[in-house]
């Protein structure tokens, strides 16, 4: 038990070393882990699919959206709101909190949509309708869950840490708006 405890440990060094010396390509894999992770619970709980029939490629386009959009763009938020908002505090964190639903929420739920739905191959007029019908019933959703996130995020946990907290929340949040983007119409 022992060996167990000093490899968990070690291993959480390693993360926090990494998270130290490349803050953005953590963060980015880790994001693109957990989009991916929250794609696959979609297709096996909520659509009930065979392992047979997962579809892959889906889960691959999901995961690149944390990868190179979801992590990099979460990082730079929170250094923006970090420098210009400020750093501990119950006002900071209920600013911080209004300026990311306020600002960031809308525009990144658009954007994730909009390129999910590129992802997937479809024209633009078809993304655009897509993106009436979803939009704001996700933005409704978000409004729900996220604020109280961000409020524990912003008040509690170092910025090298916060969006792994919201990662790791988002992975239930990921096996939603996959569900949502991927469900036929």
Not at 137 to 160: E, G, R, S
Request: charged share 15%; net charge positive; with cysteine.
């Amino acid at each position: 038990m022992h060996v167990v405890v000093l490899k968990f440990r070690g291993m959480i060094r390693l993360y926090q070393n990494a998270l130290v010396r490349r803050p953005y390509l953590m963060q980015a894999i880790q994001s693109g882990a957990l989009m991916g992770a929250g794609d696959l619970i979609s297709q096996t709980l909520i659509e009930k699919k065979p392992l047979k029939d997962l579809d892959y490629k889906r889960t691959c386009q999901f995961a690149s959206i944390g990868l190179f959009v979801g992590g990099p763009a979460l990082r730079v938020w929170y250094g923006v709101l970090q420098k210009y908002i400020g750093k501990q505090g119950k006002a900071v964190a209920l600013k911080k909190v209004f300026v990311d639903q306020a600002i960031f929420a809308p525009s990144f739920l658009f954007m994730i949509l909009a390129t999910v739905g590129t992802m997937q191959g479809k024209n633009w007029d078809t993304v655009q309708t897509e993106i009436k019908a979803n939009y704001v019933d996700v933005l409704k959703t978000n409004y729900l869950i996220w604020p109280w996130v961000q409020l524990v995020n912003f008040y509690y946990v170092p910025l090298q840490y916060q969006v792994l907290i919201v990662q790791g929340v988002a992975l239930f949040w990921n096996t939603y708006l996959s569900w949502k983007t991927n469900r036929q119409q």
